[in-house]
Each structure stands twice: as structure tokens, then as C-alpha cells.
């Protein structure tokens, strides 16, 4: 675990807003920096694996205007064989084990909420070991993965 | 909402691996496309909002070790205002409203089950109009969407 | 409680078929049965309240393509006065209270998933004495009161 | 999806209130239009499936005075297969997919509690795949698809 | 159904403050009634199965002290089969299907705890197609059926 | 805690059969015992609390056909008052505190589905502290504290 | 179950604070007793099996500082078979049957959230005959076995 | 966190069969080691607080026959001042949070059901900010805290 500072999230903050903004862009916007220690510090940013810079895909934008969460309960036994074979969906966007009520968690995307409920029923519930799912539509994000920033607790105090 | 084909895929499944990556080389990457077309492409995707290009944060990394799925019940006169107030929240990566059981449900990355607990319980659970919070830690994601790729599903046939 | 025979169930799937149907194409389809003793049959259905002839709404030819099955708990004291302010909602096609784990018991229909959650967590949500919503979407009915034929067990054997 | 407007619904609300009404009464209760216009009207809108004239039955009226709803938990793979076969039944009045606790939701009518029971017991739980079924009566409708009319917010604004 | 009046709630009421009193005491305890009538009455309400003169048991005077509900999950098909089955055990006070949660409601009576928990894993839990039994230990009872009079409801009015 | 033998079983069971039997009828039924015998075995059960003669009712022969158990959730601080409340309820035939999910749990008989709706929301539901009620018919008892005989185990071997 | 006195609950509560405390030490805190009385009291109240006095490990100290209550659902007939299964894991420290919703309940102890999850699945949700397995996590015990002293109602008043 | 070896372990396994051996006899017991290296030994061991000598105390032998788990809901705002008044009672001898379904969860002992039903209606169902109690009796436990031995997985490899 490396340690970063305030700049370091400066840094990010900014490729957070445009992932392709120039180094001298970035250098310019902090003020009091140069080009190449901005350039430094996103490669070690990238390389401790802090950041990563992405295209991230918006369902949304493609039509893809559901979005649901399924919670799926497995014979035990079978548990990481399915989550793999669920895994290989394109339409599932998150998948997680989960400790409660539930043993796999997921989200889809999809065009209506009848695809949703043909894929849960006619791709997942087909699958071997899967005793039951719950659909659970998800009306609104207001915060998302992709757009967290890293939290100003994370910066050392020096 | 914008069609899209199997070139659009290919860069922006390029940019999913490196958001970094410059023209030329996804050009170079891909064959058969110039460096133009590729900059005039990225440019569409980018304000079509089919893709966001991000510097994507790793909580891990970040020595955020542990990450919990919070489900919380509201009253629901005050669903909107407690949604809100939670946004806020630098710790919260992720933050929806639910349609079942529970009203809202966030995504918290902590340090370690502490951190999570007294979050939940010094933070949120003061909040007025929060009548209820289940913390379910989520052991291992297999997929996010951070990284998700454009779903061939998504092509327009031509 | 009065009883029906053969010829009720008869005349009343004509109508359940085409509610405008002539007393004489009845009589027709039928056969054996002047068009006379039809009229007579249909007035009595209706005045004993065993069928009524109705133009019953479709709701997805009207773009309502999305039906969601809402439960309400509610606080015991109000929920005479809470099941009276849903049923004047226009987007609530059916209300029923209810004996389990839910108090009330409704069906609404809407354009698309982000208006059922307006209107649950906007209107319904804000009715005091509403204390929990939970709004679970039909993905597919296969059956429907409003073509209900006559069960074959409701005739009076002779 | 077909447009409708202030007069649609003016000519649906008197079809529901009485579905063998004549077009020159309907003409008449309206007022400035033509006998002639209405059945025009009503042609179209039972055409384009906004509105069906039907013979609606009324199941107290015929001493099937209990009405429940009854839930269904099934064996995934089986699901289809088991919707299928319970719609053939006539006690069944209603019969949708449910996406949450349940997977099955069905509504019977009987003339008392044993006959849901023993129906439910006797005819439901034997189906192979059933797993799990939960009775709950319905103590008192106060709204029901039979009697929903065009909500105004379906007419088109000119 | 037969019709009972307020002399017959006011037998009925002494046979459940001691089932032996003899004929001419209850004449003497409701006064203005002969013996004979008394006689009469008993019989009546006895063949009309409206009361049952009978020797209660009591289990805690026989030391078994705890009390509890075992609520039965069981395989659909099978319901009535454990049913009967659990029917034949001693221990076992009252048996009914129930239409919830819940397949099958039963009460035992118990030394202590050790013993219903024996009975419930040792005896129920090996019933093929039991599926599932949750115990719920009865603190106090306030009322019970062994001494629930005649509701004043139930007298017909003249 | 009094002993008892096989012969205080016999007699017991023999009451349970018929209340008003006289001891002479018993005192043959048996055989190899006196009438006296049987006269102070019974006066010895009864002052030993180990049964009680009654007049039990039959809440079916009375038009009391629908059975229901009601689950109460109740403000804690509040939870023997409303027992004590819903004890003086002439329809309420058992009244238990509850451990589990449930705080009181209670047995009501009725007419008809109706009137079990109508006391739970309109007198039950209006008691202050009520939380929440969960209706759930009953749809057959096999088994009933009112003919349960003294078990075997609970003879005393000598 | 042997009485104890005022002395006796003294001296189990110094040895609660500390278990290797010599008796004469022991005589010394409580004052007016001899080391000789002190020795005889410790030695009955071991006989008696009131106290036991033992080496508590301390799994914080160990290094696992996570605590998780697990609760086992299994298929009945198996129940036995696998708490003692379950009973021979290290990790495990505290195993119960249950009587609710669950039938096994657990507390593990370990390094990590992911030491938990791969012992429940890959251990125990490998197990035949175990149906669902929930894990909830322990955030902070306040109070343990290992320190609970002799209440003072346990004392028998002289 | 202080690294152990199979010794500390061998050490901590006789304490725990019983924790005032002498070390002349754990040095005899465990052979090749001199009782002033176990004289060391369980210094270091106590002084590290992986283990702690102490007279655990037996509920059973004391009367305390019945214990029960009680799951607590509490008002969130209020969650530490409950479990802190609760950790002051002497029946309840486990005190943690949970983090799911329940906010505070306890095990008592008692001398009989009607006890712990008391307890928890009369004394924590009193506590202001207490929603809801669950009690579930625990029949038979398995393991415990108190002989919880070090786990061979602690022992540091050389």
C-alpha cells in the first residue's frame, strides 16, 4: 500500500473529470508544477494500481435504460462454479459474493424490464444449483464506481 | 440515443484497457483505420456519452481493504433528503434507491470492519428519518463497473 | 345468489368475446334459442349482477407498458383513510387490502419504471401513516380479471 | 401506441359505466357529436386495443364469495412449464410472474377458505416444481382492472 | 346451525365453570327454570354439538411446564401424509395446517426445553418431506379453548 | 406435581369421552374397580389441578366457521396491557405471548372472513401500540387442547 | 445444583480477575477467612463444577481480529451429523443448535474477511446436508462468557 | 501481535484443562522443559494477552438451566446507550452488536423460560429506543468461548 498526498489527488481528481486531459493541461490546472512531475506521478500512480484511466461504458447512453439487481441463492456447493458461468454474461455490469440472505449479488443492464426478467428466468435460473432469484429494479443512482474519487482520508498525513 | 458498430466496440475496448492510450496506437491496435478516424470516433463516443474516459480509483489499493453493501430503511416521507445527505459521504462509492425491502443502498470501502461499523452506526444511523441499516460485507467482487465493456448486444445490425 | 345454467355460461363467453355482440348473432352462434330468449338472459345476467358488460381499458395500448405490484404497510389506526386517498389515484388499477405482511395491496400502471418510483416515493410515500413501500414489477400477466369466463363449477347442475 | 383525446375517453367512460350502450345514447349523453362519429370512434379505439368491450363476470355474484391470492415459489428451471399449466384452471382469475420473494402470483376466487385449500394443497402443491406455496386472503377490493378507466394523463395535449 | 338463547349461554356457562354440576344445581344457580328443562337444554346443546362435556388436561399439573409452538415447512406433496403422521404423537396438543409462512402449526407440551427440541430434531426433523421446523417457545397463555365460553354474539335475538 | 398411574389415565380418558359419564358407568367401563374408587380418583385428578370437567364449546356448531390466527407486533413497553386488553374480546378464544417475530399471538373465530377484517383493523388495530397485525386463516384443526388425553409418558412407573 | 453463599461468589470473582491467584492472596483481599477455607471453598466449588478455572485464549491477541456469527440452515435429518462435523474446526468457537429460522448457529474466528467467507464456502458450504449459510459479522463484544461472574441472584439467601 | 510456538500452545492446553496446574507440573506433563521456563512461558502468555487464567464461571451447575439468544432493534440513534445499560445486567452474560437483521445481540441465562420472558419484557422491552425483541432459546451448546483452545493454525512456522 503506497502512501499519496494531496497533490496525488489532485492529480486524479482531474483524469476523474477527463481521463484523456494532457499532462501540461493538468500541470496548468494545479499551477506550481511541471509538466513532467505531473507525467511522474500519474505513471506511479497507475503503477501502484491507485488509478487506473478507462474508457467507462454508459448503459444508459446505449439504450440500455434498466437496471436491476438480481440475488441469487445457490446450493452451496456449486457456489463459485456459477458465479464464474454468470460472470461470462455481457449483460451482467457487477457481480459479487455476498454474505447475507443472499450468495451472489449482480446487476444487469437491459432495454426493458422484459429482458430483464427473460434473462433472470430463461439464462439464470436455468443455470444448475440456482434455487431462487430476486429481482429488484433499481430506479436511480446517485453515485457510482466509476466516478469516486479517492476519499481525502486516504492522503497521509505527512 | 446514438447507434453504434463494431469499430466503436473496438476503441472503446481499447480505452477500457488504457484510456491513455493515443490515437496512433489504438489506430495501430485496430488496422485498417487511420489515426483521424479514431480521434473523430473517440470524440463522437465521448459526446454521445457512450463512454466516459476516467481515471478509475482502486479502494484497495488505497488500503481500503474492505468494502460493505448498507441497506437502509427510511421513513419515507424523507427518502429523497436522507439520499442526499448520504451522497455526501467521501467513504460512499456507491449510492442507489432500492424498490424492495430497503429504500436506499450504498457500497461503503473502509479500512477494516470498524471503520465500517461505526460509519453505519455513528454516521448514518443519525441521520433522522433513518429507521433501520443492515451492513453485509461483499467478500470479493468478480466483476465492476468500472470495467465493463460495451455489450455486442449493443451493435445496430447493419 | 341466483343460479345459472349452461345457456348463462354461453351467452356470457359470447360477450366475454365481444361485449357488443347482437342479441341475434348471439342467438346465432348459439343455435336453438330465438334471439328473444337472449335478450331476456342478458338482462338477467346483469340485473343479478353475475356479469357486466363493460369497455374495459388496455392499459399497454395506451404506452402504460409498465405494471408494478406496490405493498404498503401502513399504521394500523389509518388504514381505512389511507386505502380511501389511493383509490382516487388514476394510475392505481387495482387496490385491496390485504391480511399478511403488507397492509394494502395495489396495482399501478406507468410509462416506464422511473414513474412508478415517482409516484411511490412522491405521492404515496409522503401520505402520513405510510410507514413502508415495496414495489415488486409484474414482468407478464397471463391473466386478468377482465376475461374471466364463468367457471363451469359455478353452474347449477339440474 | 395510438394517440387518444378528450372525447376517446368521454366515449370509453360511458362504455364502462355500460358496454352495450348504444352509439345514438352515447351521442346523446355527450352531446355535439354524431352518432355516426361515436361509432367511428369506437370502431377505432377497440381497433387500435385501447379499449375491449367485454362481458366482465362478477365472481361474488355466482357465491364465490372468498378471494385470496395465493403465492408461489417454484423450481427455477420449471417456471414456465408451471405458469402454464396453472392457467388452465378456471378457479384462477388472475396469473402473473412475480420478480421478488415469490415467482408466481395468482389470485382464486372459491365459495369458502376450504375450498382455496384444499385447491391450493390438492391441486397446486402436487405440481412438480412447486416448492412453496403462501395463502392470503383478500378481505375487500376496493379498485379492479374490470373498472379502471383511461387515467387523463393518457390524452394526448393538442 | 341450531339457534341458541341467553338460557342456553347461561348452562352452557356453568357446565364450563364445573362440567359436573349436577342438573338440579344449575336449576338452582340460574333460578326460575326446572331441572327438568335444565336436562333438556344439556341434551339439546350436546346432540347440536354446541358444547362437549369434557375431562380437560393439564399439562403443566402433569409437569410438563413448557409450552411451545414448532412450526412445519414440508414438500407441497406430502402435506397431508406428515400431517397425520404428526397427529399420532402424545405430545403433541394441537395440529392444524396453516395457509402462511408455514405448512404445518403444531403445539407441544414438554418437561423442558431439552425435550421439545429432542422431540422437534429427533422425531419431526426425520419425517421425509419435513422440510424445515422453527420453534417458538409459548411463555403464557391468557386464554386458551379449553374455557371459551359461548360469545354473546352467538345468542340469536328474538 | 401429583403422580399418576394407569388407572387415573383410564378415568380421565374416560371423561375426556364424556364429561357427565357417572362413576358407576366408569367404575364398568374399567371393571375391577369400585365405584368409590372411581368417585375419589376423580375428586383427587381435579384437586391436583390434572384435569377439569368442562362444557366446551364448538365454535363451528355455533356459525363461528372461519378460524383465524392473528400475529401481533405491539410497542414493547406496552406489551401486557394490550394482552390484558385484547383478553376481555369475546371472539379472541386464544391469547399466548409470543417469542419470536411476533409478540402476541391470538386465535379469533368469526362468521366469516369479513368479520375476522373488520376486528383486526377496526378494534384490534386501533388499540394503542399496535404495530402491526398478520392475519392467517386456519384452514382445518386435526388436533385441539380441548380433547387432548393425558399422555402415556406422564405416568409414573412404579 | 449445590447452593453458594456471599464468600463463595467473593472468591470466584478473584478468580475471574485472575485465575492463578494463590489462596492465601485470595484470604488476604477478602479479609476474616483463613487460606485453609479459601483452599476448601475454591476445591468445592470446581467439585460442584460452579467454577472451572482455565487458560481463556484471547483470539484478538492471536491475531484474528475478526469475529463473524454464522447461522447454518440444513436439511433435518442431518442435523446432528453435521454439528459434530462442524465441531472438530479449529476456527470455530462457539457452536450451538438453534431454534429459529436457523438451525446451527457459529461464531468463527480469523485473520481477515476472506479467511471467513473461504472457510464458510469452500468449508462448510461443502458439507452434505447443509442448505444455506449466512454470515453477519461482529463488530465489538462487550461482554463474553469468559468473564461473566456468578450473579448475585445465584446466591441462596440464609 | 506476538508470534506463539507449539509450546506456548502445549502450555495453553494444559491451562486450559486447568488453569491452576502448577508449572512443576506442566513442566512434568509436557517433559524437556524446566518449570522455570513454564514459569516464563506463561508470564510472556499472559503478559501478551493471548491467554488469561481465570475461574470461568458455570450458569447450569448455578440453576441457570435455560439460555436464550435475544436479538434487539433499536432506534439507530440510540444503539450505544442501549448496549450499555444492557451490559450493566448480570442475567446476560454475551453482549455484541450485529450488523444485519438485528442491532444488538445478547444471550441470557435463567432459571426457566418464564424468567427470561420476564427479563426481556419487563426490563429490556422498557429501555426507550427498543423497537422490537426476539428470543430464541439456545437448547444445547456444542462449543464455547470459555475452553476455546489456541488453534494449531496460530502457531507461528520456524
Redesign the interface.
Known amino acids: 500500500?503506497?502512501k499519496?498526498d494531496t497533490l496525488d489527488k489532485k492529480i486524479?481528481d482531474?483524469?476523474?473529470?477527463?481521463?484523456?486531459m494532457s499532462c501540461s493541461q493538468i500541470a496548468a490546472r494545479i499551477g506550481d508544477i511541471t509538466e513532467r512531475a505531473v507525467r511522474y506521478r500519474i505513471k506511479r500512480?497507475i503503477k501502484?494500481?491507485?488509478?487506473?484511466?478507462?474508457?467507462?461504458?454508459?448503459?444508459?447512453?446505449?439504450?440500455?435504460?434498466?437496471c436491476a439487481?438480481v440475488f441469487i441463492?445457490v446450493e452451496?456447493?456449486r457456489?463459485?462454479d456459477i458465479?464464474?458461468t454468470l460472470?461470462s454474461y455481457?449483460?451482467?455490469?457487477?457481480?459479487?459474493?455476498?454474505?447475507?440472505?443472499t450468495d451472489i449479488?449482480?446487476?444487469v443492464?437491459a432495454r426493458?424490464?422484459?429482458d430483464?426478467?427473460d434473462f433472470?428466468?430463461e439464462v439464470?435460473?436455468?443455470i444448475p444449483g440456482?434455487?431462487?432469484?430476486?429481482?429488484?429494479?433499481?430506479?436511480?443512482?446517485?453515485?457510482?464506481?466509476?466516478?469516486?474519487?479517492?476519499?481525502?482520508?486516504?492522503i497521509t498525513k505527512t
Do not use: C
Open positions: 500500500m503506497s499519496i486524479s482531474l483524469l476523474l473529470e477527463d481521463g484523456r500512480l501502484n494500481r491507485i488509478i487506473a484511466v478507462r474508457g467507462n461504458v454508459n448503459a444508459v447512453a446505449l439504450g440500455f435504460v434498466v439487481d441463492e452451496p456447493a457456489l463459485v458465479a464464474n460472470a455481457e449483460s451482467i455490469s457487477y457481480l459479487a459474493y455476498a454474505t447475507g440472505d449479488s449482480i446487476q443492464y426493458n424490464n422484459s430483464v426478467f433472470v428466468t439464470i435460473g436455468q440456482v434455487h431462487k432469484t430476486h429481482i429488484s429494479y433499481v430506479p436511480n443512482k446517485l453515485k457510482d464506481d466509476q466516478v469516486w474519487p479517492i476519499p481525502t482520508s486516504a
